[in-house]
């Protein structure tokens, strides 16, 4: 059955009310369905889009594929059991992943079913959507932290010319009109499209921030795998030295592509690539960079340089015999420029890797901190029966990624099962 025809069955029964409703179908909501299912909750999942993994088939460039590693695709009762573990899936086989994921448990999903509502009253949660109104006595939340693409303002100042392309809807090159291309932002996706770009033979301008950056491998192996050997990937929030910060962190820029590497834009500004600063400000004719090109440089490279040392000091204290380390490191420092003429340098388009913000309005229920984020503790809300998952750093670094989301999916599986028996004996 594909997933519109189930989509429809299930939307035709007549039952609006549920033990758990899920809202959301990417890997956290299925993979919370899985866990609801093993505890025998009868339940939906309700999700806006027509499809599984709308946001990976949607909104990532054609070259894309995953930075973690394969192996690290640990959904509940269905660890990736590909050929190429140590590999990194690119964007059709990551939806294939998922699509199989929802083939082999026919999740009780409707799709097409934006929520625009939650409410709560007297233990009954109310989900409004827009093709009906249904009730539950617990709901999970799975709608990610990537909603709305954020663009600076400034951004309206430039001249008319200027095409404007969020990363969410960054695709290739040839989607870019001629002449020079801007990348601001050196997070995950800012610093890999600016060498999607960068290796197409087009002309970039990057804007460096102060995202820190890793190396792919380190003495013989990937990063990834040194980290998860010494423990790092248990670190819980509460554990972690950056304490709750850690939540806001940008993640290190390395990319999965051809096999991994490294991306090192001292590198791609020695073959031709131009870096600035932070982009502080635009006008109808100009730039403005903050003078931090250098700081973030060095700060990128300090934090590889803790990374692998760390590493280090594991492989000596357990006299593991490793290969020398054969990375290519790079002192360049290029000319520093704070100001830059858009006809000059014929730029005719702006990718903004500038991050997103979160929309949850439609939550309307006591659950925010006052930046919008939601509060809560792995996932527990101060609303009886109302849970997240799939946020980052819920419980742990990977709580926001394939490899912990079905921990966590688990956990919460038990507290849910837990409270519909309590429930159950409440108002029997
Ligand atoms: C550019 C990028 C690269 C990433 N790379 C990696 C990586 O290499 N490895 C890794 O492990 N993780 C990676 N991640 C992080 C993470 O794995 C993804 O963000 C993943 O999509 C999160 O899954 P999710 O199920 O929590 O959220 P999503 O995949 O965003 O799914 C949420 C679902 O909820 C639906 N929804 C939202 N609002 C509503 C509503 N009101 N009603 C009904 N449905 C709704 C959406 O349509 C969507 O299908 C990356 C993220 C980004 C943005």
Redesign the pocket.
């Known amino acids: 059955m594909n997933s519109i025809a189930n989509t429809d069955a299930i939307a035709e029964q007549k039952i609006t009310h549920y033990s758990a409703i899920v809202?959301?179908?990417?890997?956290?909501?299925?993979s919370m369905s899985y866990c609801l299912k093993e505890q025998g909750i009868d339940h939906l999942v309700?999700?806006?889009?027509n499809h599984i993994?709308?946001?990976?088939r949607n909104?990532?460039w054609d070259t894309?594929?995953?930075?973690?590693p394969n192996w690290?695709?640990q959904l509940p009762g269905f660890l990736y059991q590909g050929s190429d573990p140590h590999g990194?899936m690119v964007k059709d086989e990551i939806v294939e992943y998922l699509e199989s994921y929802y083939a082999f448990f026919k999740p009780p999903v409707i799709f097409n079913?934006?929520?625009?509502s939650l409410t709560k009253k007297d233990n009954l949660f109310t989900v409004v959507?827009a093709k009906k109104t249904y009730t539950a006595d617990q709901v999970i939340i799975?709608?990610?932290?990537?909603?709305e693409p954020s663009i600076p303002e400034m951004s309206k100042a430039m001249p008319a010319h200027i095409q404007h392309v969020h990363?969410?809807a960054y695709k290739n090159p040839q989607q870019l009109p001629d002449g020079e291309v801007m990348v601001v932002g050196t997070g995950?996706?800012g610093a890999q499209i600016a060498e999607d770009l960068h290796l197409a033979g087009r002309k970039v301008h990057l804007c460096v921030g102060n995202a820190p950056r890793v190396n792919r491998r380190y003495r013989g192996r990937d990063v990834v795998d040194w980290l998860d050997d010494m423990g790092y990937y248990q670190t819980t929030l509460e554990t972690h030295p950056d304490g709750k910060n850690a939540v806001h962190s940008t993640n290190h820029y390395v990319t999965?592509r051809d096999g991994g590497r490294d991306l090192n834009l001292r590198i791609f500004a020695e073959q031709g690539m131009k870096l600035y600063g932070h982009l502080k400000n635009a006008t109808g004719d100009s730039l403005f960079f903050g003078d931090d090109l250098k700081a973030n440089l060095d700060y990128a490279d300090e934090v590889a340089k803790r990374i692998v040392d760390y590493i280090e000091t594991h492989i000596q204290k357990n006299a593991i015999d490793a290969p020398a380390d054969d990375n290519i490191y790079s002192d360049y420092l290029p000319e520093i420029t704070t100001e830059l003429l858009f006809n000059v340098a014929n730029i005719t388009s702006i990718v903004w890797s500038t991050g997103?913000k979160m929309r949850f309005e439609?939550i309307k229920l006591p659950v925010f901190e006052s930046n919008g984020h939601p509060k809560q503790k792995r996932g527990v809300t101060d609303v009886d029966g109302l849970y997240f998952?799939?946020?980052?750093w819920m419980h742990t670094w990977?709580s926001?990624?394939?490899?912990q989301?079905g921990r966590d999916a688990e956990y919460l599986g038990e507290i849910i099962s837990t409270y519909a028996e309590v429930e159950q004996k409440t108002f029997a």
């Open positions: 809202i959301g179908a990417g890997q956290a909501g299925l309700l999700e806006k889009s993994a709308s946001n990976w909104e990532r894309f594929c995953l930075v973690t690290q695709c990194f079913c934006p929520v625009i959507t799975a709608c990610g932290s990537y909603h990363s969410n995950q996706s999965g997103f439609w998952i799939g946020l980052n990977g926001g990624r394939f490899y989301v």
